[in-house]
């Protein structure tokens, strides 16, 4: 028998069941097939195409088709659907098995026959967030046999990376970065996690990480001005040494994470190159939002470029950063409530911002007219208006 949709709901939000509604007159037929586009479309018909008002993640979603009655739900992928692939479809095959398949059949029977094998995600026993004590960290594949690899430094993992065999103990800021690997199957995408010591970060070298790092003064090619680490001078000043963790862990910290090529790299790298802009000066980075309280933030992949104008002279040791976000790293988009303090504010975004105190700034120059409070003031005036 055809199947009507009318009054029927699509959603990507398990709190709101009715997120988009099927026009009236839509009919499924007998043994048919229907194509609706999930790309945050303002017309819910368009040149006879079903488009929702929402868009579905490559990292995973929850999605769920609803009965008319608002509450009944006929299907649902819950709590999410894995993570999504280029030109790799994902959907029901055989006796009702959710798998991959490695040719998408969008207008007709999902094609078991294709079916395409994918290295599970890889899962970590603590989550990000800031830390006073050791731990011990376990890191798993739901895939049998296959090898789990990370790296410390930033790096993408390969399948040269250092193999996982036991558990790890993290005792200070720790960078990790894990993607499970099997022969003859599509590896998983990096997972990135950021553990924060504050104890640590306090203490961090004022001439820098070493290694592949350009030492503290002036990089080439633009000799631009590097400074790492916190002052001694202020650290162990008694007026405020009992001020700086507090201090950090008084707003949540974001954690970017890339090669250290595509920063430091003389003729590629975005910050010692930091007057170029454009597409081609994008790379590839991890982004992570971390709340001290243990409030859940996010991680996404993206793409990172150096954003402002004053912000790019080389003497300027601050760069202010740009994050794309495009399926080519991950995720579309970042849906998150990032303005907490207003609930009609923006939770979807191709792009942020961050911002950096530049021109007029404490870090530059040491200027006497820092802008400590003007800009959030603006801000938040405009918001009210």
């Given at each position: 028998?055809?199947?009507?949709?009318?009054?029927?709901?699509?959603?990507?939000?398990?709190?709101?069941?009715?997120?988009?509604?099927?026009?009236?007159?839509?009919?499924v037929?007998?043994?048919?097939?229907?194509?609706?586009?999930?790309?945050?479309?303002?017309?819910?018909?368009?040149?006879?195409?079903?488009?929702?008002?929402?868009?579905l993640?490559?990292?995973?979603?929850?999605?769920?088709?609803?009965?008319?009655?608002?509450?009944?739900?006929?299907?649902?992928?819950?709590?999410?659907y894995?993570?999504?692939?280029?030109?790799?479809?994902?959907?029901i095959?055989g006796?009702?098995?959710?798998?991959?398949?490695?040719?998408?059949?969008?207008?007709?029977?999902?094609?078991?026959?294709?079916?395409?094998?994918?290295?599970?995600?890889?899962?970590?026993?603590?989550d990000?967030?800031?830390?006073?004590?050791?731990?011990?960290?376990?890191?798993?594949?739901?895939?049998?046999?296959?090898?789990?690899?990370?790296?410390?430094?930033?790096?993408?993992?390969?399948?040269?990376?250092?193999?996982?065999?036991?558990?790890?103990?993290?005792?200070n800021?720790?960078?990790?970065?894990?993607?499970?690997?099997?022969s003859?199957?599509?590896?998983?995408?990096?997972?990135?996690?950021?553990?924060?010591f504050?104890?640590?970060?306090?203490?961090?070298?004022?001439?820098?990480?070493?290694?592949?790092?350009?030492?503290?003064?002036?990089?080439?090619?633009?000799?631009?001005?590097?400074?790492?680490?916190?002052?001694?001078?202020?650290?162990?000043?008694?007026?405020?040494?009992?001020?700086?963790?507090?201090?950090l862990?008084?707003?949540?910290?974001?954690?970017?994470?890339?090669?250290?090529?595509?920063?430091?790299?003389?003729?590629?790298?975005?910050?010692v190159?930091?007057?170029m802009d454009?597409?081609?000066?994008?790379?590839?980075?991890?982004?992570?939002?971390?709340?001290?309280?243990?409030?859940?933030?996010?991680?996404?992949?993206?793409?990172l470029r150096?954003?402002?104008?004053?912000?790019?002279i080389?003497?300027?040791?601050?760069?202010?950063?740009?994050?794309?976000?495009?399926?080519?790293?991950?995720?579309?988009?970042?849906?998150?409530?990032?303005?907490?303090?207003?609930?009609?504010?923006?939770?979807?975004?191709?792009?942020?911002?961050l911002?950096?105190?530049?021109?007029?700034?404490?870090?530059?120059?040491g200027?006497?007219?820092?802008?400590?409070?003007?800009?959030?003031?603006n801000?938040?005036?405009?918001?009210?208006?």
């Open positions: 028998s055809s199947v009507d949709l009318n009054g029927w709901y699509l959603t990507d939000s398990a709190d709101n069941l009715t997120k988009w509604r099927f026009p009236t007159s839509v009919v037929a007998a043994n048919g097939y229907l194509l609706v586009w999930c790309d945050s479309s303002p017309a819910p018909l368009t040149n006879g195409e079903l488009h929702t008002n929402f868009k993640g490559s990292g995973g979603n929850y999605l769920a088709l609803v009965r008319s009655d608002g509450v009944t739900t006929n299907h649902a992928y819950h709590p999410s894995p993570e999504q692939y280029s030109d790799i479809s994902y959907g095959g006796l009702n098995e959710l798998r991959y398949f490695g040719r998408a059949t969008p207008t007709g029977a999902n094609d078991f026959a294709s079916a395409s094998n994918i290295v599970a995600d890889t899962k970590f026993s603590v990000r967030g800031f830390f006073t004590n050791a731990f011990t960290l376990s890191i798993t594949t739901a895939t049998a046999g296959a090898d789990i690899r990370y790296t410390l430094n930033g790096s993408s993992p390969s399948a040269g990376s250092a193999l996982y065999t036991s558990p790890l103990v993290v005792s800021t720790t960078i990790l970065r894990a993607a499970a690997f099997k003859g199957l599509t590896p998983s995408r990096p997972d990135t996690q950021t553990y924060i504050p104890g640590d970060v306090i203490r961090q070298s004022t001439n820098g990480p070493g290694g592949a790092w350009p030492p503290a003064g002036n990089a080439p090619p633009s000799n631009q001005k590097m400074d790492y680490g916190r002052d001694p001078a202020v650290v162990d000043n008694p007026d405020y040494s009992a001020l700086m963790i507090p201090a862990q008084a707003v949540p910290s974001v954690s970017l994470v890339t090669d250290l090529s595509n920063l430091f790299h003389s003729a590629t790298g975005i910050y190159n930091a007057q454009g597409s081609n000066w994008e790379r590839r980075a991890s982004a992570e939002l971390i709340y001290p309280d243990g409030t859940k933030g996010f991680q996404i992949n993206c793409g150096i954003r402002g104008g004053y912000s790019r080389a003497s300027n040791p601050k760069h202010a950063f740009r994050l794309f976000f495009e399926s080519e790293y991950g995720d579309s988009q970042l849906s998150y409530q990032l303005f907490t303090n207003d609930s009609a504010s923006a939770d979807n975004f191709r792009c942020i911002d911002a950096t105190a530049q021109n007029y700034s404490w870090s530059f120059y200027d006497p007219t820092n802008a400590m409070l003007r800009d959030q003031m801000c938040d005036g405009m918001l009210r208006m």
